[in-house]
């Protein structure tokens, strides 16, 4: 047989048939070995059927026989006369969680445990039968369905107690290991993968110990070579477990020791911590009382001692299954003297809750767990060697599952409108539960990109899936796909949270990115015009709203002999560039925007650079004529006084109000001052401003300061090559305002980003 051949652990097989049963195969526990998310409903049994067996049941199995995909059942018993003949019944599932008797199968005196294994390689289950009384081990071969061929003995020490199967000489065919009571040695025979043994061997030193009653075969050491445990069945002071690991030859290396629950005669593996490796559970009983010890690996063969646990009085068979579905092997033991079967949920690490007992028939020798009645649950069979029955208890735990999301990640086209999520419930599907939901911001934002969404979802009995929906806001800028976090909590009616329990939603942008440069459709004045006023402002026009790009200082406007100076203001789709001084009659002036000197909001720049080109209206003639002042004669000649210019206002600057926020109302106004960064302007203050909550921009006055003449007498070119956006900064910065620099006194603000220089007007 294959070197992946299911190995027994205890005294009884574990079903095989996935299918058909739960977790009941070491194998599939260690996979499964998961610290519970919460704490799973201790099982309950109800509906306690017997079936008939007759005679004396000693030792029962559950197994798919017939190949239906539904658990059958098989006993060994014996007939109650003084040579103990011995028989296997087989009892096929019916699926319901009763079975039908349907053959009997010869074997020899006092049939005491049974295993089933593949011995000749036909992918039919076969069974191997240890007889107590009459020193044997028989093989029953599996024909196809129910049927087997007539049984073949092979001989073993004396009061075989137990047999298992595990290939110990790595050579991919089944052997049987066989614990000798009365003559404390352990039979190996070795299979030649045709359903034929080789000649016993037989161990019987001091690595065996007294009266052994139970094996379990597993790879304590994970080196690839089968071990045995081995239980004996001593008194108070005596070794009570020995562990003897395999060679890879069928031999074994010198034991080690463990004591455990006294008198002890069945044992069971699975990993009861979670920690993925192989641990021990050992029943024994003393002075009537029953005890349980549990015995943690460590991964390399060796073991400690964990706890001990009561249970019903004399112990006789111990088994590991999943029967609440936590993911967490529990314990079942049936106990000899209390006619009871107790129940031990395991807490999944290392430790045991306290035994609830159910009552089965008299004296029961031999426990079996399998889904008998294909709900998904794990039931129990009892061998009741004093009633002569099978109780069977169906295993009626409500599960009411784990909910989770169906998946880590979604993800939604931004004009899809609508993302639909769902929240699965797996485990179990028992009663009616709920669990809540929300959304959060992750790199989305909520009244933006998405409608928050939050509420409950409620499962209705057996209902596995339920979903919500997350409404998606569209937009038409292009920008980078962003996040929403998805989360479940407070789960109720027994439910409890599986993985994941938070989720990402990725809204995919299907804006197309605006990567077209803005353009120029038109200027004033046009290029190449003629008689242009002196004093004229000239204003170009863009197909797009417009702002400072990085080369927005290179713009010049050149005359004949000189180049202008002038300040520049942008507004919505207008550039308009206003020269300091009144330019020369008579010349020629040039414009130049070079490229990058304005981009659209997007970002993207002015592609290649642009003139404009004009001329300026000719000089008026000059008046020469004389006139009279009034009251003067005709001869006499009148000159007027030359005109006397007006002093120019003080320069205003046009400052942006990066961001304004403030704990007033829209009425109150605020009276600050300012103070520039430039060695040009230290020392100079501006005119107090006033700024209502809620101003896009605001104007400034420049006063006279320490340097002589004071900014407003400095040309306007000189001040604009020396202010720039953010050359600004305010006198207390990212400080609540004293009061009194506030007009409202109840009123307090915090500016929270300096103001931008945008041009003077």
């Known amino acids: 047989m294959a070197a992946n051949t299911t190995r027994i652990t205890g005294f009884f097989i574990k079903p095989r048939y996935l299918p058909a049963m739960m977790t009941l195969i070491l194998p599939v526990l260690l996979l499964a070995a998961l610290t519970p998310v919460a704490a799973a409903a201790a099982p309950s049994f109800h509906e306690l059927l017997t079936c008939e067996a007759g005679d004396v049941p000693t030792n029962i199995i559950a197994e798919d026989f017939n190949r239906d995909g539904i658990v059958d059942l098989a006993l060994a018993k014996y007939v109650n006369t003084s040579s103990y003949p011995g028989y296997v019944t087989i009892l096929l599932g019916n699926g319901t969680g009763s079975f039908t008797k349907t053959k009997e199968y010869k074997v020899r005196n006092y049939p005491y445990s049974v295993t089933a294994a593949d011995f000749d390689n036909n992918g039919i289950t076969d069974l191997a039968v240890a007889n107590r009384t009459s020193d044997s081990v028989s093989i029953l071969l599996g024909i196809d369905g129910d049927n087997f061929q007539v049984a073949k003995s092979y001989p073993t020490d004396k009061a075989p107690h137990c047999v298992v199967a595990a290939d110990f000489n790595g050579d991919g065919w089944t052997d049987l290991a066989v614990a000798n009571f009365s003559s404390n040695s352990i039979t190996i025979l070795q299979g030649i993968g045709n359903g034929n043994f080789a000649e016993a061997a037989n161990y019987s030193d001091d690595k065996i110990g007294k009266s052994p009653a139970c094996l379990a075969a597993e790879d304590f050491d994970r080196d690839g070579n089968i071990d045995l445990a081995v239980v004996n069945q001593t008194s108070v002071g005596d070794i009570h477990i020995r562990i003897l690991l395999g060679n890879g030859d069928t031999s074994f290396r010198d034991p080690q020791y463990y004591n455990g629950a006294n008198n002890p005669s069945s044992l069971t593996c699975g990993d009861f911590n979670g920690d993925g490796l192989i641990d021990l559970a050992v029943a024994g009983y003393y002075d009537g009382s029953g005890k349980i010890s549990i015995l943690v690996g460590k991964g390399d063969g060796s073991f400690q001692a964990y706890a001990d646990y009561d249970i019903g009085n004399n112990p006789r068979s111990i088994i590991t299954a999943d029967f609440n579905c936590d993911g967490v092997a529990d314990l079942a033991v049936a106990n000899y003297d209390s006619n009871t079967v107790s129940i031990l949920t395991g807490n999944g690490d290392g430790s045991f809750e306290k035994a609830i007992d159910y009552n089965v028939g008299a004296k029961p020798l031999s426990v079996a767990a399998a889904d008998f009645n294909g709900d998904g649950k794990v039931d129990l069979a009892t061998a009741n060697s004093a009633s002569g029955d099978v109780s069977l208890l169906l295993n009626s735990t409500t599960f009411p599952g784990q909910l989770q999301f169906s998946q880590a990640s979604y993800s939604v086209a931004e004009d899809a409108h609508s993302a ?335 103001l931008e220089f945008a041009g003077f007007i």
């Open 420 to 754: 639909t999520i769902t929240v699965t419930r797996t485990d179990g599907s028992d009663s009616v539960v709920t669990v809540v939901y929300r959304t959060a911001d992750g790199t989305a934002s909520a009244g933006l990109d998405y409608e928050t969404a939050s509420g409950s979802l409620t499962f209705n009995d057996g209902e596995t899936t339920s979903s919500f929906t997350v409404v998606i806001l569209d937009d038409a800028e292009p920008e980078i796909d962003e996040t929403v976090i998805l989360s479940l909590s407070s789960p109720s009616g027994g439910a409890v949270l599986g993985s994941p329990a938070t989720a990402v939603l990725t809204i995919i942008d299907n804006d197309v990115p605006d990567t077209r440069p803005p353009q120029i459709i038109s200027s004033d004045p046009v290029d190449k015009a003629t008689g242009i006023d002196i004093n004229q402002a000239i204003t170009i026009i863009f197909n797009e709203v417009v702002q400072p790009g990085s080369e927005i200082d290179a713009i010049t406007l050149a005359g004949d002999n000189s180049t202008v100076a002038y300040t520049y203001s942008l507004n919505g789709k207008a550039l308009v560039i206003k020269p300091l001084a009144s330019l020369d009659y008579s010349s020629g002036y040039t414009l130049t925007i070079p490229a990058g000197a304005i981009t659209d909001l997007a970002g993207n720049a002015l592609a290649t650079s642009f003139k404009l080109n004009f001329r300026t209206i000719t000089a008026p003639e000059p008046d020469n004529n004389n006139s009279s002042s009034p009251g003067s004669n005709s001869s006499d000649s009148y000159t007027a006084p030359a005109p006397v210019a007006p002093a120019p206002p003080p320069p205003q600057l046009l400052l942006t109000v990066a961001q304004l926020q403030a704990a007033v109302t829209a009425s109150d106004q605020i009276s600050l001052y300012w103070a520039a960064k430039t060695s040009l302007l230290a020392a100079q203050l501006l005119e107090p401003l006033g700024v209502n909550i809620g101003d896009s921009t605001i104007t400034a006055n420049l006063t006279a300061g320490a340097n002589t003449g004071g900014p407003s007498a400095w040309p306007r070119q000189m001040l604009a090559q020396s202010l720039s956006p953010g050359s600004l900064q305010k006198t207390a910065p990212d400080k609540v305002l004293p009061a009194s620099w506030i007009n409202n006194a109840r009123a307090t603000a915090i500016i929270q980003q300096v």
